[in-house]
């Protein structure tokens, strides 16, 4: 909860109550003034949701103090707790606004009838998880999963959807009717596949090839088709 008054001319003072973030970090009184940033500056969020990134990754949600995260970002933890009043506020926005749980609203240039494995490769790409942005949030995702419920959640949401998406391409580029059960056999595999390539660098071994993934799927289903 976030409450302001004024301490003095052209000086805000920001009074946070910590509801209860899990973390055994409460927000106290801070001063969000004579930072050089505004509690209207959206550059100062962005900032701040980078260091997040970069030391949840690093280093994981539990280890990483709001403190730090201020520090990295060059702005008063008052003014952190400004934007996000708990810190599971910070862990929560990253998923909703930089890997969000539904990530593609259209298949519009994605799926083409009759090329099922290109389709697949252009899902793919249009997601975008093997990006190195999305890497580093992928790594916050698959480590924090086991014990955080609403990081738990996103990930089987984000599973979720893309199991639709990847039924969908394969439905719309399919020249054949496909058989329900086969198709979400194959489109399982897909997404397995394509989680396990956008989380590779944390395991020893060769990259998975999501091309030839692809070709595999697509042939599979149009030999049983």
């Known amino acids: ?83 996000f009043p708990r810190k599971t506020d910070l862990l929560r926005t990253l998923f909703a606004e930089r890997l969000p749980a539904q990530p593609v609203s259209s298949l519009v240039g994605i799926a083409v009838e009759g090329d099922m494995a290109g389709s697949l490769v252009r899902l793919a790409d249009r997601i975008g998880l093997t990006q190195h942005h999305s890497q580093v949030l992928s790594e916050i995702l698959f480590r924090e999963a086991s014990t955080h419920p609403d990081v738990r959640d996103h990930l089987r949401a984000l599973h979720t959807a893309l199991m639709n998406l990847t039924e969908a391409v394969l439905d719309a580029a399919s020249p054949l009717q496909l058989d329900g059960g086969q198709r979400k056999a194959a489109a399982g595999t897909f997404v397995a596949v394509l989680l396990h390539e956008a989380n590779f660098h944390r395991f020893d071994g060769p990259v998975p090839d999501l091309g030839a993934t692809a070709e595999i799927v697509s042939g599979g289903l149009l030999t049983h088709g």
């Open 1 to 83: 909860m976030v409450r302001v008054c004024r301490a003095g001319p052209g000086r805000t003072r920001t009074h946070l109550l910590d509801s209860g973030s899990g973390s055994g970090e409460v927000a106290g009184t801070a001063d969000v003034a004579g930072t050089g940033e505004g509690a209207g500056t959206g550059e100062a969020r962005e900032r701040i949701l980078d260091a997040a990134e970069d030391l949840f990754a690093a280093d994981g949600y539990d280890a990483t103090p709001t403190a730090r995260i201020a520090r990295r970002a060059a702005v008063a933890k008052g003014l952190l707790f400004y934007y």
